[in-house]
């Protein structure tokens, strides 16, 4: 009597495979749905800016209005100084706040900086250029590469500081109290056995942090501003890829047309290979210590 009870009838084993397959289309099509402007965007870009990508595209300066060819070196080079300038700030100082709200902080303290951090993230980034050009341009007098690094850093940590917070508070609280419990000091703790174990989630949200800045174009306007010629200085303005596509993709001109979408398939390029090695290194890394 009692396992009959227990049997669900057929009408219900049967609705519960409709709504089990349903469930799953439903996913399905969302994935679908997610993933197709991505690839729609990915696709576009490959296709229009192979034919940009010659050699003169990356060891030529932009030839002056009108004439044809040139490339975008300085560009190349200067976004890669700009971005590491800024993550040289950004990232060591996003991970300590990310590990004090997490580990240190009071319930209040903690809750105040999230919520100046999450206001952080909402703001529109051209805000955080003209923050960047009224502290650090107008009082030196001039555009230069440290502006438009610090107004990349201020993009970047508000989510290196999120991210690190976030996976911090995923690694089980029983891994901090069986380190206290040898005597092990809180800071040995924090650096030697919870970073390790939350560090592919650090990871993940650096190379957010660093997407994000790295094809960021209205704080580099305000702050960095550009320049035609190969940069002698940091000190002076700086040519990055963003505003030299933005320069390209508004003008009138076929071939900087061209240049610019073959500038945006470079960018892409650069942040998926720098994703991939460091994405290597930390799998490189746990697999080490686990030996």
């Known amino acids: 009597m009692i396992e009959r009870r227990l049997q669900p009838s057929p009408w219900v084993e049967y609705r519960r495979r409709i709504v089990n397959a349903l469930g799953h289309g439903v996913v399905a099509l969302a994935t679908v749905v997610v993933l197709f402007p991505l690839i729609a965007v990915i696709w576009y870009t490959l296709r229009e800016g192979i034919p940009g990508l010659t050699w003169d595209f990356f060891t030529q300066l932009p030839?002056?209005?009108g004439e044809v060819g040139g490339g975008m070196a300085n560009a190349i080079v200067g976004s890669g100084i700009v971005v590491g300038l800024a993550s040289l700030v950004a990232i060591p100082l996003g991970i300590l706040a990310g590990i004090f709200i997490s580990e240190y902080a009071s319930a209040r303290l903690a809750a105040a900086i999230r919520f100046v951090t999450e206001v952080m993230l909402g703001l529109p980034s051209i805000l955080l250029g003209i923050f960047a050009y009224a502290v650090v341009v107008k009082p030196i007098g001039h555009f230069s590469a440290y502006a438009g690094a610090a107004a990349l850093a201020i993009v970047?940590?508000?989510?290196?500081?999120k991210t690190t917070e976030e996976i911090l508070?995923?690694?089980?609280?029983?891994i901090r109290e069986a380190g206290l419990a040898l005597g092990i000091p809180q800071w040995v703790v924090v650096l030697r056995i919870i970073l390790r174990a939350a560090s592919r989630g650090i990871v993940t949200g650096i190379l957010l942090?660093?997407?994000?800045?790295a094809g960021e174009t209205a704080p580099l306007l305000f702050t960095a501003l550009n320049n035609r010629f190969w940069h002698t200085t940091l000190d002076q303005p700086i040519a990055t890829l963003p505003v030299q596509i933005f320069t390209y993709a508004v003008a009138p001109y076929e071939d900087w047309h061209r240049q610019a979408w073959a500038g945006a398939l470079v960018l892409i390029g650069l942040v998926l290979v720098l994703s991939i090695v460091l994405r290597l290194v930390v799998s490189r890394t746990h697999f080490e210590h686990e030996q």
């Open 63 to 65: 030839k002056p209005v």
């Open 156 to 161: 970047m940590l508000p989510i290196v500081i």
């Open 169 to 174: 508070r995923l690694v089980p609280r029983h």
């Open 209 to 213: 942090a660093v997407a994000r800045a």
